[in-house]
């Protein structure tokens, strides 16, 4: 769980550091990512309709009003799963390489269709997970999918693969009842990106249709922030990953 | 045929499967000790497909009714798909099952990769990575033909397998992740990461692992019963060597989480922790 919310930010992010981005929903028949962006009263057009060749990509495309460079792709509601064929799917991520920077794709839940395609193109994935037993297993099977079953794997290459830890709450981990960064780490063995703690700024974030990167004032914003900047290797510390402990003068300063 | 085009590919393939080896039979046991068996491993035998061996099996009588069997097999949840090792007597008894029955473990036939047009057959040899498990056949006429060519391949085989002396060992640089199976055909297996909690790795040979092993190691799958597990880091959910193995459970007070070392002696699977001071 956290994927949609995710892809927003760290998309967001990306435009907010002057790269041209476009952010894709591949929940074809959910359509959440243009809640949590807040332009679903703006959504004409979808990308299934891009691939029948009902729409081009001009009329469907919605412009962040926050963000410059910023765009999004729309799911169709509707259609069923089918209708995102690899070739429909190749043509449009052609199109719009030649434009933008970078494409983030939102994968839906699983391992099926749906998540493959959205995993098939990559160069890049950023594998959310959760501090749990299940979630864990479940990136770890994604991952071997990423690395079978992509074009970059059929080829023989590598997709560069990170890991984003997300709900993540240091005092359950605490109290044992969640995996640690460490845990999850050990299991999976890839690269570190981010480490999100679990807030309420989430879910306040999406009700209200916008980003939590764009929530400067939070935790999971500047946590989002972070994992930005990695991308670009920028050498930045995790933070949030323990209990806070207020001391006396903290509390006193309000802090 | 020659002028259209090519309407299938037959694939053939090692397919692990679990060895039924039948000791007595007719009895009223049967299904209630098999049922217990599965239980200790609903895991490993949960819709596995089962051969079910006669080499150990001395009847009393020539006639044998093994369809109550059968029905036991799936009723335990297993699905037997082919008999082995048939004695020329049994085989009006095994016939009369539906069952094919196979020759014995020893001249058991492997890989094969075969299309159907002319290609000669030497250059269909197998390259050694066994990892396809598929059959998609379009035309029934061509199977004759393919039946053939098969029966070509397995001949060329057998006589190149004789004259190699050293089978270099396949590698695997990547973690072996849950859900993916890798398996060494006719050699060692090296694996340089770790392989994930629902992984498979098999081997004909030994199987080396540089790193944790979370999920099944099976070494010496054809039955080199000299075969050899080693891995860095023990926490597997099973390791067997030439069908024998040992579940997590088993596992979890030797040396588990260590370096280990696991071979069989007398029949019986040995773990022993490497470098233990
Ligand atoms: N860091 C967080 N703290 C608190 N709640 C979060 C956090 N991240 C996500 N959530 C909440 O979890 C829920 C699911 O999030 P999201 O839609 O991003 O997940 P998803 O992986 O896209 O789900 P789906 O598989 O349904 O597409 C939402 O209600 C969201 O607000
Ligand atoms: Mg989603």
Known sequence: MGKTTTSASIGTGLAQRGHKTVIIDFDVGLRNLDLIMGCERRVVYDFVNVINGEANLKQTLIKDKRVDNLYILPASQTRDKDALTQEGVEKVLDELSEDFDFIVCDSPAGIERGAQMALYFADMAVVVTNPEVSSVRDSDRILGILQSKSRKAEKGEVVEEKLLLTRYNPERVEEGEMLSVEDVKEILAIELLGVIPESEAVLKASNQGSPVILDSDSNSGQAYADAVGRLFGEEIEHRFLDVEKKGFFKRLMGA | ?277
């Open chain 2, 1 to 277: 045929m020659s002028s259209s085009e090519v309407c299938f590919q037959l694939k053939g393939s090692n397919i692990t499967s679990i060895v039924l080896e039948l000791k007595q039979y007719p009895s009223t046991e049967f299904l209630s000790q098999l049922q217990d068996k599965v239980s200790q491993a609903p895991q490993l035998f949960a819709d596995s497909a089962v051969v079910i061996s006669l080499e150990k099996f001395s009847p009393e009588h020539t006639h044998v009714d093994f369809k109550p069997l059968i029905a036991d097999c799936f009723e335990a949840g297993l699905h037997p798909m082919a008999f082995r090792s048939v004695d020329e007597a049994l085989l009006e008894s095994v016939k009369t099952t539906g069952l094919p029955a196979l020759p014995g473990a020893a001249r058991s036939a492997s890989v094969h990769a075969v299309e159907a047009d002319n290609t000669p057959a030497a250059e269909l040899l197998p390259n050694g990575d066994g990892e396809q498990v598929e059959m998609t056949l379009e035309s029934p006429r061509e199977e004759e033909a393919v039946e053939e060519a098969v029966t070509t391949i397995i001949e060329t085989r057998v006589e190149i397998q004789e004259k190699l002396v050293h089978r270099p060992a396949k590698i695997i640089e990547r973690p072996v992740r849950g859900g993916q199976q890798i398996y060494a055909e006719g050699c060692d297996l090296i694996v340089l990461a770790q392989v994930s909690e629902g992984a498979e790795v098999l081997a004909d040979g030994n199987i080396h692992i540089y790193a944790p092993l979370r999920g099944r190691a099976l070494a010496g799958v054809k039955g080199d019963s000299n075969a050899r597990i080693f891995c860095q880091q023990l926490e597997a959910e099973l390791v067997s060597v030439a069908g024998i193995f040992i579940l997590s459970d088993e596992l979890k007070d030797k040396a588990w989480k260590q370096a280990a070392h696991i071979q069989l002696k007398d029949e019986r699977l040995t773990i022993a922790q490497i470098n233990d001071k």
